[in-house]
């Protein structure tokens, strides 16, 4: 079982509010990364980092922001949310530059079901 | 950017059979390929990687092949149990991060 760990698990909220979703992952990973998944699509990468103070944004556009204060810590932002943020969010993490690993292995944690009414 | 395709249509067998799955991809042949497995609601679970000078790699009842001729890669799950019902989803490394494809779902009958 891998050691990242995102929460809240599920939330509900309305239109407009401000919410953060938390990752923490304690195997001392350089990189991390949130992908956004709809029930029975592809996981689409939204933001990725490869070490404190290194956030780059992905594949797929979102307007959720990220920071990366500390190794372990990785968490998004929704200033305003809108039903279109609907979906599930998955935080993962990857290799340490230091250990000489290049196959980028990424573990992940529960998700976030987001619902936003 | 790399195309990764995967079988579209659900795969359902009889248990005690083998899965075979494709992973096709477009570009240059990656390093490497790995295999994930994805319950719903959950985070992909890593299985296997592979690499590029690796023709076949096993794990338990798990076999997966590299052919970087036909830029493609089979993940065959053998004597298949209802636990392996899931969606396995192949990832290959692209400007420097993995992509992923849209997975394969597999249910395996009693």
């Known amino acids: 079982e891998a050691d990242i760990y995102q929460t809240p698990r599920y939330l509900v909220i309305g239109t407009g509010k401000k919410i953060t979703l938390e990752c923490s992952q304690t195997m001392g990973h350089d990189k991390m990364y949130w992908y956004q998944q709809d029930p029975g699509m592809e996981l689409h990468l939204i933001h990725y980092s490869y070490g404190v103070n290194s956030t780059e944004k992905g594949d797929l556009s979102s307007e959720s922001t990220v920071s990366r204060i500390r190794t372990e810590h990785f968490p998004l932002t929704l200033e305003s949310a809108r039903p279109s943020h609907t979906s599930q969010y998955l935080c993962?993490?990857?290799?340490?530059?230091?250990?000489?690993?290049?196959?980028?292995?990424?573990?992940f944690g529960p998700g976030t079901r987001l619902t936003v009414l | 950017s790399q195309k990764i395709e995967q079988n579209s249509e659900a795969l359902n067998i009889q248990e005690g059979k083998t899965a075979t799955l494709t992973c096709n991809y477009t570009?240059?042949?990656?390093?490497?390929l790995q295999w994930y497995r994805q319950d719903p609601g959950r985070g992909p679970v890593f299985l296997l990687l592979?690499?590029?000078?690796?023709k076949e790699k096993r794990k338990e009842r798990l076999k997966v092949t590299f052919d970087t001729t036909l830029k493609q890669s089979l993940f065959h799950i053998t004597a298949s149990q209802p636990a392996d019902s899931a969606t396995y989803l192949c990832a290959l490394e692209t400007d420097y991060k993995l992509s992923f494809g849209a997975g394969t779902t597999v249910t395996v009958r009693a």
């Open positions: 993962a993490s990857s290799g340490k530059w230091s250990s000489g690993t290049s196959t980028d292995t990424q573990y």
């Open positions: 570009n240059y042949s990656p390093a490497y």
């Open positions: 592979i690499r590029e000078n690796e």
